[in-house]
């Protein structure tokens, strides 16, 4: 692959003045948008709640108890300060902490019997260059006229988008419209503030609750202390972000590349990492996405309904 | 008892004082043994140095990353229909497992969910995925310990399921065969009864093998007390699937994790093991081959008719939002974090294999064992490159 140094591309640059204001609007507005989401009758809709309501019981799930609340609870006496949201979205938990109490919130975690280590990794919230992020690329939409009347189709005969307006997402900020390309700095659960973020789950096998953490962390020295020490299989994992996304891991015992050559230079799974082969040549499966001629008014596939 | 004369008492006791005057002089010299990255116990390429003094292990690092192909970042590049033909490639042996949970995160998101027929199809096509990864395993590990047979037998009966899951899929090893809300194409005739059929051999290879292996000296001597994992240790390192419930955690996503597949409707048991060692976890992987035989056949029993797919639009955008949906996959909990914003495909997808986490905990365990132990423990733990270097 290449040994690019990593060009900005001017989208990043340009929303970010902007997008700080958006992105504080977007985690105010976290609770109510949750609730709004759960005027869709399908059970799948049902299991959400809101972050501070009483879990209800899910639909053939394991039972949910209280089990949920006593863990926020010691979370919140144990961390205090260094607890930023919390989130409960099915039978997990979201919860973002500040960067310095990243391994303290490993500690408490895994005092509080989440003994399970799932993984840790990193996300990167700048608005991507990538076309599958919001409409289709303007070539296709140029070779084809009547896509986007499609794509409306597509979405009448779509009773969740039809339904649910903007707002289905967890995330409440706008933009999920398909003319959405509003630049919006869209976080997931329990929101974000800054562009990089790391985040990890954990899970605890005695209470069957799932935890994922998550920690804002500075733009240009994203870093936070290692949780190797905790969990020992974050040791490869660490490793692994720390080549891919270029965060450091302060007290990391054994930082080294893992899966990357030794001379590698940049950081692969930055938004600002170009996929050269692509860059190259448009991703020729981008004509899947188009519509095949003459069946437009039918959006549904075949139902097959052949006893076997 | 007295007949040993105080002579050659004396002698012997002389003799165990020079050998232990030896051992302590002849310091010897530290060797580095390299193991791979083409070995047949790393399946796929894995290399893995070896600091040895004599015949112990003194450190050991792996060395991963030669087949990475970077999948998480070329999921950025596809549309949401499209990741399915990447993430068939993460563990190969069992395909049509990986699709499962990337695609129950889509549906997460888009609040669909598959008919029953449809759900009950994909259980049973997961299930097959375990039997042919696992069927491998049992084999294989025999073969890694000086057993020449029970890797014969295992490519002869894994070809039954294989071609099942290719005649209703199309494809052999990558089936392609999950869809957001459904699936591809519904099962073949007479898929049912040849389903059935072959579930009873695979039975049969299962008695055969413990048979075979079970209760055989050498394999009992090789693999019993070697590679123990504490169910603490195992959990921290986050080891899953039968490599956790081999230590004695009784902990299975398939019963204990929401999930629109069928296996809280069947009877079946999750099957652990006290000891944590490499016979535990062939043992409970044994069982657990069986086990699955036994829910495709009351899956079959109780397939309904009915659509195999749900209403979707022709072109697929998922709502903005995060996911996390996970299955217990032949090697472990295989999960995906989907980031989505409301485009053609995901933004970041988050690939957590099982094998990752299952390989990370060698460092640790190859600690003071023997050097012949080191093959018993790789193959015990059973990972796949692909499901590393994804």
């Known amino acids: ?308 | 008892m007295t007949a040993v004369s105080e002579q050659q008492r004396m002698a012997y006791i002389a003799g165990q004082a020079a050998d232990a005057r030896v051992n302590v002089e002849l310091q010897t010299e530290e060797m580095t043994l390299n193991l791979g990255p083409q070995h047949p116990a790393t399946h796929g390429t894995l290399r893995i140095i070896a600091r040895l003094d004599g015949e112990q292990v003194i450190n050991a690092e792996v060395v991963c990353g030669y087949m990475h192909r970077g999948y998480e970042k070329l999921t950025e590049v596809r549309t949401f229909p499209q990741v399915t033909t990447l993430i068939n490639r993460i563990d190969w042996l069992s395909s049509f497992a990986n699709e499962v949970p990337f695609i129950l995160a889509a549906e997460q998101l888009m609040e669909v969910e598959a008919p029953p027929r449809a759900q009950y199809i994909r259980t049973i096509m997961f299930e097959l995925s375990r039997i042919a990864n696992i069927t491998l395993f049992i084999g294989e590990m025999g073969v890694q310990l000086g057993a020449i047979t029970p890797v014969f037998f295992a490519f002869r009966d894994r070809e039954y399921v294989l071609n099942l899951i290719e005649a209703a899929t199309g494809g052999r090893f990558h089936p392609n065969y999950d869809r957001i809300g459904g699936l591809k194409d519904d099962l073949p005739r007479g898929w049912v009864s040849e389903t059935h059929e072959a579930m009873k051999r695979i039975r049969t290879y299962c008695d055969q093998l413990e048979d075979l292996l079970m209760g055989n000296e050498i394999f009992e001597a090789r693999t019993r007390g070697v590679g123990v994992i504490p169910a603490d240790v195992g959990l921290s390192y986050g080891l899953s699937g039968a490599n956790i419930r081999a230590s004695g955690v009784d902990w299975d996503l398939r019963r204990d994790s929401t999930s629109p597949l069928v296996w809280k409707d069947l009877d079946w048991k999750v099957w652990t093991h006290p000891d944590g060692d490499s016979f535990a976890r062939y043992w409970v992987r044994l069982q657990e081959t069986r086990e699955a035989t036994r829910m495709v056949d009351q899956m079959l029993d109780g397939l309904p008719a009915g659509p195999i797919q749900a209403k979707v639009p022709r072109i697929i955008k998922v709502p903005a939002g995060e996911a996390w949906a996970h299955t217990e996959n032949p090697s472990g909990e295989m999960g995906y974090y989907v980031v989505s914003q409301g485009g053609l495909g995901p933004v970041r997808c988050k690939i957590r294999s099982a094998s990752f986490n299952n390989t990370s905990i060698v460092p640790w365990l190859l600690k003071g064992v023997y050097v012949p132990d080191i093959i018993t423990i790789l193959s015990s733990l059973y990972f796949i490159l692909g499901d590393i270097d994804r």
């Open chain 1, 1 to 308: 692959m290449s040994r690019l140094s990593s060009a900005e591309p001017p989208a990043g640059d340009a929303t970010e003045g902007t997008a700080d204001d958006e992105r504080a609007a977007a985690g105010a507005t976290d609770e109510p948008a949750a609730a709004a989401a759960t005027d869709e009758p399908a059970a799948v809709a049902a299991t959400d709640d809101t972050g501070d309501a009483t879990p209800g019981p899910l639909p053939d799930g394991p039972p949910v108890d209280d089990g949920r609340l006593v863990v926020l609870d010691a979370l919140t006496a144990e961390l205090g300060a260094h607890l930023v949201t919390t989130e409960t979205h099915r039978d997990d938990i979201w919860v973002r902490v500040t960067a310095k109490g990243w391994k303290r919130a490993a500690e408490v975690c895994r005092s509080l019997g989440f003994d399970y280590f799932c993984f840790l990794s990193g996300l990167d919230w700048m608005p991507s260059v990538s076309v599958m992020r919001g409409e289709v690329t303007s070539e296709v939409a140029e070779g084809e006229t009547d896509e986007a009347e499609a794509v409306e189709q597509a979405e009448a005969a779509y009773p969740a988008a039809a339904g649910a307006e903007p707002d289905s997402a967890e995330t409440g900020s706008a933009g999920t419209q398909p003319d959405g390309e509003t630049g919006t700095w869209k976080t997931g659960h329990a929101g974000g503030d800054t562009r990089f973020q790391v985040f990890a789950r954990l899970y605890s096998i005695e209470r069957h609750i799932g935890l994922t953490l998550k920690a804002d962390l500075d733009d240009d020295a994203p870093a936070v202390e290692t949780w190797s020490q905790v969990y020992p299989g974050a040791d490869w994992h660490e490793r692994e972000t720390w080549e891919m996304f270029g965060f450091d891991f302060i007290g990391h015992p054994h930082l080294v590349h893992l899966y990357l050559p030794g001379e590698f230079e940049g950081f692969p799974l930055r938004k600002d990492f170009p996929l050269l082969a692509r860059e190259v040549k448009p991703w020729p499966g981008l004509v899947d996405v188009e519509p095949m001629p003459g069946t437009e008014e039918d959006a549904t596939p075949e139902q097959v309904s052949e006893q076997g």
